[in-house]
């Protein structure tokens, strides 16, 4: 600062003198120049100055059932608890007491969460994830329908699909057992009295193997009676994931949509025979929604992350009758300098092997090993102490080669 404070004195003293000042503030050696931080525009401010967008174009849509709101006697009631629970003596002294405990029931606060803020907190997660954006562009929803879904393995264990956890495709394997509310209202929170249908759709966005925009069907179910899943119409009979070897991780989702009345999704029906062909189970959900916007509505949503597993060969060859895909990265060739005519301070023979075939490299490695190993007794045997061993009267290099082959150090492993 003292240093910066003398050039800014210098300045001022030179424009009384009739000189143009020009103040230049200088920190830790690095000159200011501009606007300061905080005053300046940002680099996403310019680039959104000079590409504007019509706000109403871009715009979410929320396209799912609105908020229930409580009536006042349910608010009144509530108030009236939190009284009682501010009087009760034998409450307070069980809460400030150390060697007493509160008991909590977690059945009852589990299920307080899952009626109040798990819609919220799912729909923020799938945000995160993309999915919203992936399956309905600008639109989104918050899942007022809890969706219970399981997969039983043959171990007796249960997998839950909750929040993006990872499922791997041999655990998802089979037809998972998914459960929900059918009979509740969404929109009053009320038991309804008539008959309630659904259609439950499960696709991957991240799984097609030609169009970028599309995505895999793998299940989809319509006509769904009062929440009982088994008595619906299955459209497209469910198959497991299989995201290929070497892209990372896929989504698996699954939409809960409620019908307005019963719908013929009969256009959508894959046979048995073709169940396996993925050019039928091509799906797009939001064109989906834009032919049925006005008789459904999207109420659950939950899904699932999975990657790849050994198992996906045999269901690939097999089931899919597909050539397992793999990727992999194509990394660029190494950057190779100009070769030096006199190269100055650097090993002689690792130097001239950098320019030169790496086969016709290898196929020397092994003549040499090859050469000095018996077909019967094998391998000369290795040297008690090879750093006691003189080298005279051979070059530096090949001394320092001949040492690490002698130690097994060096590029010599790799052959």
């Known amino acids: 600062m003292a240093f910066s404070s003398f050039i800014i004195k210098q300045q001022l003293q ?119 954006k992936d399956l309905f562009d600008l639109a989104y929803f918050v899942p007022r329908v809890n969706l219970d879904i399981q997969y039983h393995l043959d171990s007796g264990i249960d997998i839950p699909v909750y929040n993006g956890n990872v499922i791997k495709p041999f655990e998802a394997r089979e037809t998972p057992s998914v459960r929900f509310d059918g009979k509740t209202d969404p929109i009053t929170g009320k038991p309804s009295n008539s008959q309630s249908l659904w259609c439950l759709l499960a696709t991957n966005p991240d799984s097609h193997p030609a169009a970028q925009n599309k995505e895999i069907v793998h299940w989809f179910i319509a006509n769904i009676p009062n929440g009982e899943v088994n008595k619906g119409e299955v459209l497209i009979d469910y198959l497991q994931p299989f995201p290929p070897k070497g892209i990372g991780f896929q989504r698996f989702v699954f939409v809960l949509y409620k019908q307005n009345k019963r719908i013929d999704f009969n256009n959508f029906k894959i046979d048995k025979i073709s169940n396996n062909n993925l050019e039928k189970r091509t799906f797009k959900t939001l064109d989906f929604y834009r032919q049925y916007q006005d008789d459904i509505t999207p109420a659950g949503l939950a899904f699932y992350q999975t990657d790849y597993d050994n198992s996906l060969t045999k269901f690939y060859h097999e089931v899919l009758n597909l050539k397992e895909p793999i990727y992999e990265y194509d990394f660029p060739d190494i950057y190779m300098a100009d070769q030096q005519q006199f190269p100055l301070k650097r090993p002689f023979n690792t130097y001239m092997d950098r320019y030169r075939d790496i086969k016709q490299v290898n196929k020397e490695f092994l003549e040499r090993k090859l050469a000095k190993t018996h077909p019967f007794d094998g391998p000369e045997p290795q040297l008690r102490y090879p750093n006691a061993q003189p080298l005279r009267g051979i070059p530096s290099w090949l001394r320092t080669e001949i040492r690490k082959e002698r130690l097994k150090i060096g590029r010599i492993n790799d052959y």
């Open 14 to 132: 030179r424009g009384i003198s009739g000189i143009t000042p020009l103040l230049s503030i200088i920190r830790n050696g690095h000159t200011i120049r501009g606007k300061r931080p905080g005053v300046a525009r940002t680099l996403a401010q310019r680039l959104q100055e000079e590409n504007p967008q019509d706000a109403e174009l871009i715009a979410r849509v929320d396209i799912g059932f609105p908020k229930l709101r409580a009536p006042r006697s349910h608010r009144q009631e509530r108030i009236q608890h939190l009284k009682v629970q501010r009087k009760n003596v034998e409450l307070e002294k069980k809460a400030r007491n150390h060697t007493r405990k509160v008991l909590i029931s977690l059945d009852d606060v589990s299920k307080e969460y899952m009626r109040i803020n798990r819609p919220y907190d799912l729909r923020i997660i799938a945000d995160h994830y993309g999915v919203y």
